[in-house]
């Protein structure tokens, strides 16, 4: 795998830039900018300072103007900053000027993502899926000023040797490992194709989200036994499948992926067969983190990825999670404007979105403290039964003679 970018042996220091357009006010471009340096830290990258500029549209040449470009790095000199991240995916041609204009690594958005997902890989399957989709990257972007396959002579995950740097070599050497992971890849899939269809006839249910609303917690509780859970984007990666008996019914839970704003198309792509998971899943549990400020914003990209991944029709239940630690913001009731949705108490947003999501049903729960879980638990099993009656309706008899009951 390919190494996340370090910079003088010490830990990245940067710098944040976002541009407010047509299509995104001051407001937005604040909360991408708080969700980027959150991003940031979990690659231990710690922010400097935000930049942002207001254009209609990004500059074909160097996303920003040449003026604010000149300001940055007038700035970056000045304070010793290593690198600076960009909020979008820059093009190629931009990249290079960049790092021409700069004279320092740029990253964009997906390429610190990528970072992220090296880091957090820990299975053979997903280290290899997240090399795939670094190459894919990195194929149209190589320069001589900032190539990486100087470290990858010796093999992936070598530093020895002087490398091969012209850059035609270098696009073979990528377009080769690229065929050989896809293969090793293709041959995984059959593998993972296969073990999905010998878990039987149970329903099977998968746990989607965007990334840290409680997802790995959510499972803990519910199959009572460890899932890796951390305050962190991307805490893992692979798949983790569960299974889950209530009163007389077992079914499989897994987890996959967290989902976010602008994930990488190169790692939903390479991500094909853990993504199957929830594809071939009866039900979903789309988990919401209520105490985020967008979670509305959250709701709608996880909304809008399961579209793109080929999983939109599939039947959910929302799972407003975190509700312990929500806290309405103030609101005065003689100001003019209209009620936030920050603002909500929590009743009023059970009221609001119950009444919202025609077709989908909703339960607010706390995964951590356990609110609720008795009554996810009774609605889990409802749906559940539904759907396996629907299945192996000859069953139906001597399985469900009775209405589900808490278990101890």
């Given at each position: 795998m390919i190494d996340p970018i370090e910079i003088k042996g010490k830990a990245e220091r940067a710098v944040l830039i976002g541009l407010i357009t047509d299509d995104q006010d001051a407001d937005h471009v604040k909360e991408y900018l708080d969700e980027l340096e959150f991003l940031a830290t979990t690659a231990d990258i710690r922010t400097l300072k935000r930049f942002t500029q207001r254009l209609h549209r990004p500059d074909g040449r160097t996303y920003v103007?040449?003026?604010?470009?000149a300001e940055?790095?007038?700035w970056m000199t000045a304070n010793d900053a290593d690198c600076v991240i960009f909020d979008d995916e820059l093009s190629p041609a931009q990249q290079r000027n960049i790092e021409k204009e700069l004279a320092k690594p740029v990253l964009d958005r997906p390429r610190l993502i990528l970072d992220i997902f090296a880091r957090r890989a820990r299975s053979a399957h997903a280290k290899k899926q997240v090399e795939l989709a670094q190459y894919e990257y990195m194929l149209p972007r190589l320069t001589k000023l900032w190539t990486h396959l100087e470290r990858q002579r010796g093999g992936t995950g070598t530093r020895g040797g002087a490398g091969?740097?012209?850059i035609e070599t270098d696009?073979?050497?990528?377009r080769d490992r690229i065929s050989l992971l896809k293969g090793q890849l293709k041959d995984i899939d059959k593998q993972m194709a296969t073990q999905r269809g010998n878990r039987g006839k149970l329903v099977r249910v998968a746990v989607v989200g965007y990334t840290n609303v409680g997802k790995s917690t959510l499972m803990t509780v519910l199959s009572k036994s460890e899932v890796f859970a951390e305050n962190k984007l991307f805490a893992t990666l692979d798949t983790t499948v569960r299974k889950v008996v209530l009163g007389n019914l077992p079914f499989l839970v897994s987890d996959t992926v967290g989902f976010i704003r602008k994930l990488p198309h190169q790692l939903i792509e390479s991500f094909k067969s853990t993504l199957d998971e929830t594809r071939e899943a009866d039900l979903l549990l789309h988990v919401v983190d209520i105490s985020h400020h967008n979670f509305e914003e959250q709701y709608e990209t996880v909304k809008q990825t399961l579209n793109e991944i080929g999983a939109g029709d599939k039947p959910v239940?929302?799972?407003f999670n975190k509700i312990d630690a929500y806290r309405p913001a103030h609101f005065d009731p003689d100001d003019l404007a209209p009620k936030r949705v920050e603002q909500y108490s929590l009743e009023e947003l059970k009221e609001t979105w119950m009444a919202r999501?025609?077709?989908e049903e909703c339960l607010f729960i706390s995964a951590l403290a356990k609110g609720n879980m008795d009554g996810l638990r009774k609605l889990l099993y409802e749906r559940v039964k539904a759907l396996h009656i629907a299945r192996?309706?000859?069953e139906s008899d001597l399985l469900f003679k009775?209405?589900?009951t808490e278990q101890s």
């Open positions: 103007g040449s003026g604010k470009l940055v790095k007038e091969e740097k012209e696009r073979r050497l990528i239940i929302v799972l999501m025609a077709g192996y309706p000859y009775d209405d589900y």
